[in-house]
């Protein structure tokens, strides 16, 4: 499990936060950009306008929420310096971690991890990975560790890949959307971000009820908000950084992360990408 | 009697023997029941073209929109790309109603549809969707399943010219072809209801327009049965035809009573006459003994003590009453027996010998008296002796004199009697021929008042009166039958 977040270093970044915006308003206007991937319900443009102005409210300026298809895209803008940080998925965070760091890590149901999900079909009654055998599949997108990564490994680790395993796959850039073909009937099974699908189970019940869980992944880092190491002592990342760890202590806050359904943000715990991090390490050793 | 029924029903299903009351307002009803027909059919033509017009913009705006997102798709054949754009597509279009929508690749295996379950990706396109879509590429509008309720648009998707995939989509048309049929429905219901509403209006009218036709068909019916003519009521007319109609009738009601009343007046006339002549005969048979008589009376008070001369005497007087009896008792049957009571006989013409004797010697005539009638002959005795008596008067009357006037009465083989009677005469006129043919004609003016009594008698009893040639003169046949409702008694006897 992750550790909390102290309470009194809380309430540091929190003072930090509140500086934060008088300070950048004195400074600049420049916009911060925020990178976001479907690591979250990311198509919820209410929820997007309320972060924004949350974190426009806290940074003191304007904020231009950045998204693109894939998650290389946005990775890919992030290490090029054109977003201040982004929140991205562990597997890309772990692949690039000599330059980028992490700012801040969701908290879901009290712990900073999360679960991939192998979904399917009700009608194919399948019980794990093995009974997937042949299906089509949908994954999320290939740098995704719940939604790509996680199923390449345990397949990988019976010297399969899902070009062989399964009957055919194709990447449907999305949790959500993985869970809308595997409700729809497009794909009989799919990798995706458990803490979506649960989330979606509240949500969208009507799609995650035409989905089986088939199996839960081990426990792993929550998606992090990153940013360039080289800008880390930045002040739109140390803005941003303070704005997400003090979210939970204003309402609006509160209201975004329950609409996120998150309980708060926490800073990075040492090894909480380890897990990740070996199977990105296992897979490139076997590739 | 089968094939008598049979004849009836062919009659009465035959249109050409139904009333006018029908078939008039079933012509209308018909002609009504085409206009409607004619005009329901332009309508559903239009409204189907209409329908057709609106269905192919609805599925051109659906492939337009949907081909700007599925043609990337297509072009990397990104499965859910595809599915994302179609799925999206679906709840978009509610006027087109899509149930599937497909992107077909180039080697016809289905890239994606909106309904996977249905079909799937990878699977080959139904050969009867991928039918119906070759036929609406290659028309350029929809292609329509009535029966099926549903249409498919489709279309190429080209990048740089070169086709990359197809985008198939089919549509629910359910809702249109309900709308058609609802059309259709009121169309018929509308238009059976207004033929309807036109045949009952119109057999309304026709009822009144023949109102008083029907009315001179009832009077004309009652005529043919025997009864009084009876006039119409000439304000009861329709229209100039009807009036026209009716004021003939009238008249010819008013001519039939005048006709009536003039014969009724000749009969009476003829009678008269009839009876002067009878009446003189009788006298004359009468007068002939009675000087005779007188003498018998004369001889008796003055020599009625001796004894030969009184036999003598006596005997001529019961002659000569026995003579006078005769005739009495011939007139009694001419005139007072009532009409249909007994059966005829021989001797009832031997009595019309008596009537006659006076006329025939009166004019010199010579007498050829043959009468072989049997007894018991069913025929009405006193119509016989009357319509015998009146063939003998009028022979009589146009025989020359010291001519020859025949007579001959024998019975038919099928009952009846047969009378013949001719004359030497100047041969029978034209007009009192006619009589013959057509005795219910107006009585002639210019005489022959006892060859008409004769010949509407005969009608009366059923037989007629036909010329016979002859050399000279003239000879008139009266055939008599038996009345068939006095065959009928003699059958059930």
């Not at chain 1, 939604?147 to 490994?153: A, D, Q, V």
């Not at chain 2, 006329?359 to 049997?374: A, I």
Request: proline share 6%.
């Amino acid at each position: 499990m992750a550790p909390a977040c102290p309470a009194g270093r809380r309430a540091v970044l929190a003072a930090v936060a509140l500086a934060g915006p008088r300070r950048a308003r004195a400074t600049s206007l420049t916009p911060v950009r925020f990178g976001l991937t479907p690591v979250f319900l990311e198509s919820d443009l209410a929820l997007l306008r309320a972060l924004s102005s949350h974190m426009a409210a806290a940074l003191g300026t304007p904020v231009e929420l950045v998204k693109r298809r894939t998650y290389q895209e946005v990775v890919g803008l992030l290490l090029a310096g054109q977003l201040d940080a982004a929140w991205i998925c562990g597997f890309p965070y772990v692949r690039h971690a000599d330059k980028l760091s992490v700012l801040a890590v969701p908290v879901h149901r009290g712990h900073p991890l999360y679960q991939s999900y192998l979904i399917a079909d009700p009608s194919l009654r399948a019980r794990s990975l093995a009974d997937l055998r042949g299906r089509s599949h949908a994954f999320s997108d290939p740098d995704s560790n719940s939604g790509c990564l996680t199923t390449r490994w345990l397949l990988a680790g019976r010297d399969l890949s899902p070009a062989t395993f399964f009957g055919t796959n194709f990447f449907a850039y999305g949790h959500r959307n993985v869970i809308r073909a595997v409700s729809s009937g497009l794909a009989e099974s799919g990798s995706v971000d458990g803490y979506v699908w649960e989330t979606m189970a509240e949500t969208e019940p009507g799609l995650t009820s035409t989905t089986d869980v088939v199996a839960r992944s081990a426990w792993q880092g929550f998606p992090p908000i990153c940013c360039l190491t080289a800008s880390r002592q930045g002040a739109a990342a140390r803005g941003i950084e303070a704005a997400l760890l003090a979210m939970a202590d204003s309402p609006a806050g509160t209201e975004i992360l329950r609409a996120l359904r998150l309980d708060g943000f926490m800073p990075e715990s040492p090894g909480l990408y380890d897990g990740i991090r070996a199977m990105s390490q296992d897979l490139e050793s076997r590739a | 009697m089968k094939h008598a029924a049979q004849r009836r029903l062919r009659s009465q299903l035959d249109p050409r023997h139904w009333p006018l009351l029908l078939t008039v307002p079933l012509t209308v009803a018909a002609l009504v029941a085409g206009v409607a027909t004619v005009t329901g059919q332009a309508v559903l033509s239009r409204m189907e073209a209409d329908q057709g017009r609106h269905l192919a913009a609805l599925g051109a705006a659906f492939l337009d929109g949907l081909a700007t997102a599925a043609q990337p798709a297509a072009v990397r054949a990104d499965v859910w790309e595809a599915f994302d754009a179609l799925d999206r597509a679906s709840g978009q279009y509610e006027a087109l109603r899509p149930t599937l929508s497909v992107v077909v690749l180039p080697d016809g295996s289905v890239l994606a549809s909106s309904n996977p379950r249905v079909l799937r990706t990878g699977a080959a396109l139904p050969q009867s969707l991928s039918g119906q879509a070759d036929r609406a590429i290659a028309s350029g509008s929809p292609a329509i399943d009535e029966r099926a309720g549903r249409a498919v648009v489709a279309r190429v998707l080209l990048e740089g010219g070169v086709p990359v995939g197809r985008l198939v989509a089919e549509a629910d048309i359910g809702a249109l072809l309900a709308e058609r049929d609802a059309v259709v429905r009121t169309l018929v219901l509308a238009n059976m209801g207004i033929a309807a509403l036109f045949a009952a209006a119109g057999a309304l009218l026709v009822r009144r327009i023949l109102l008083p036709t029907e009315r001179l068909r009832q009077r004309l019916l009652e005529a043919a049965k025997g009864q009084r003519p009876e006039p119409l009521d000439a304000q009861a007319g329709s229209g100039p035809e009807h009036l026209a109609l009716v004021n003939a009738w009238n008249g010819a009601v008013a001519a039939i009573a005048e006709r009536d009343l003039m014969a009724a007046r000749l009969a009476r006339e003829e009678g008269r006459a009839q009876l002067g002549r009878l009446t003189a005969a009788m006298a004359h048979e009468v007068n002939n003994p009675l000087g005779g008589l007188m003498t018998a009376v004369d001889t008796l008070s003055e020599y009625g003590d001796r004894r030969e001369i009184r036999e003598e005497a006596v005997g001529l007087l019961r002659r000569g009453l026995d003579d006078i009896r005769k005739v009495v008792r011939a007139g009694l049957s001419s005139w007072k027996t009532g009409p249909g009571e007994a059966p005829l006989a021989a001797q009832d013409f031997e009595d019309l010998r008596l009537l006659i004797r006076h006329e025939v010697s009166r004019r010199g005539l010579t007498l050829d008296w043959r009468n072989d009638l049997p007894d018991g002959v069913r025929v009405d005795r006193t119509l016989a002796r009357q319509i015998a008596l009146n063939l003998l008067l009028n022979a009589a009357a146009a025989s020359p004199p010291k001519g020859v006037l025949g007579f001959r009465a024998q019975g038919l083989s099928q009952g009846g009697a047969v009378i013949e009677v001719s004359d030497v005469g100047t041969g029978l006129p034209a007009d009192a021929e006619s009589l013959l043919a057509d005795p219910d004609g107006l009585p002639p003016s210019g005489g022959g008042l006892g060859l008409w009594t004769a010949a509407r008698l005969a009608r009366s009893h059923g037989g007629r009166i036909t010329r016979e040639p002859t050399p000279l003169g003239t000879r008139l046949v009266a055939e008599l039958p038996v009345p068939s409702h006095a065959k009928e008694a003699a059958d059930a006897r």
